[in-house]
């Protein structure tokens, strides 16, 4: 499940965030504490958030241009 999100410029993740996988600038960070999962654009804006990696994983393919058909 995705949570509700509403786009937010974040610190880009240097303390409690782990970059789990990242392309184009994209990242998907996971956070040390909550182990919640993130997906940050180049310019370090939060654009989805969840506890389910398969959902954000489809959701940064989404984002990169790099789903599969």
């Known amino acids: 499940m995705l949570f ?9 993740g240097n303390v ?3 970059t789990i996988k990242s392309r184009k600038g ?3 960070q996971q956070n ?3 182990q919640h999962y993130r997906i940050l654009d ?4 939060r654009h ?4 389910d990696y398969d ?5 940064f393919e989404i984002y ?6």
Do not use: C, H, L
Not at 4 to 12: D, E, F, H, R
């Open 4 to 12: 509700p999100n509403i786009p937010i410029k974040t610190m880009g």
């Open 16 to 18: 409690f965030w782990d």
């Open 26 to 28: 994209w990242k998907i």
């Open 32 to 34: 040390i504490f909550t």
């Open 42 to 45: 180049p310019n370090n804006v």
């Open 48 to 51: 989805a958030w969840s506890s």
């Open 55 to 59: 959902k954000i994983e489809k959701m």
């Open 64 to 69: 990169t241009g790099e789903q599969y058909r």
